[in-house]
């Protein structure tokens, strides 16, 4: 009988113990339920994070070099890719947006490092929200010696003074304005369908990629890939000169640069 007894005062005990957890549980829940819920509380509506800016976010003045790529030519509205990337970022950000374009049809890498020491260019990059430059086309195909000809010392010759070009202008420019992005637009083979094409495909693409490897060593600089874009596609989206890009042509880098700036 007295184990009897003992026991159920224990039982009479632990009850009376989880009484009071039950009720003091309750009254914890009861001045504040979240005590209760998972670790993961809800933030209130409005403590939401932001989304994300857009591209145009922030941009209002864009500078353009380079060469007759940058200014469009073969683009039968006179917009080439940098005036379809205007118009992108001014329908993102809902702003207009001041385009200086100081590109010049011909020009070599040699010209543009010489056209950065120009007090007025200077003083238009140092303004620039985002930068956009192509260069090389000419570097490569008039000092191999032309479209159909093309010789393969003057070539090799002509990429090695185009990266050693191509660095200084990408130094002078980050020093110029050290936040802006600078945006290249790297090369496509516009002799892809022609007798030129075994002789031209290779140093195409080594020149690409040693304008990326290079483009790593500074910040901010992006190297957009277009010669995917062209590839088969030589009729469809070169102009009749069949070098320069048409209205279409233009079009898909302005989309794939947009896309590299998301």
Not at 19 to 48: I, M, T, Y
Not at 158 to 180: P, T, V
Not at 182 to 208: H, M, S
Request: aromatic fraction near 8%; charged fraction near 20%.
């Amino acid at each position: 009988m007295r184990t009897s007894g003992q026991f159920m005062w224990r039982t009479v005990g632990l009850l009376s113990v989880l009484s009071f957890l039950l009720f003091a549980a309750g009254f914890v829940f009861a001045l504040d339920p979240r005590q209760l819920s998972s670790g993961r509380v809800a933030e209130p509506a409005g403590h939401a994070k932001p989304a994300p800016l857009a591209p145009g976010e922030g941009i209002r003045h864009v500078v353009a070099l380079g060469d007759s790529l940058t200014r469009g030519a073969g683009d039968a509205n006179g917009l080439g890719y940098v005036g379809h990337v205007r118009q992108a970022l001014e329908k993102q950000a809902g702003h207009p947006i001041t385009l200086t374009n100081l590109a010049i049809n011909g020009q070599e890498s040699t010209g543009l490092v010489d056209q950065l020491s120009q007090p007025q260019v200077q003083s238009l990059l140092k303004q620039a929200d985002l930068i956009l430059f192509t260069i090389g086309g000419n570097d490569l195909f008039k000092q191999s010696g032309g479209v159909y000809r093309v010789d393969n010392d003057k070539l090799a010759a002509a990429i090695k003074g185009l990266a050693a070009n191509y660095e200084q202008i990408l130094r002078r420019i980050r020093e110029l304005n050290d936040s802006a992005p600078i945006v290249y637009t790297a090369l496509y083979n516009p002799f892809g369908d022609t007798d030129a094409a075994a002789d031209t495909v290779k140093p195409v693409l080594d020149w690409n990629s040693d304008a990326a490897a290079i483009a790593a060593r500074y910040p901010r600089v992006i190297v957009v890939p277009t010669y995917d874009l062209f590839v088969h596609k030589e009729n469809t989206y070169l102009y009749t000169d069949h070098f320069h890009p048409n209205e279409a042509g233009y079009a898909r880098i302005a989309e794939r640069i947009m896309q590299a700036l998301q």
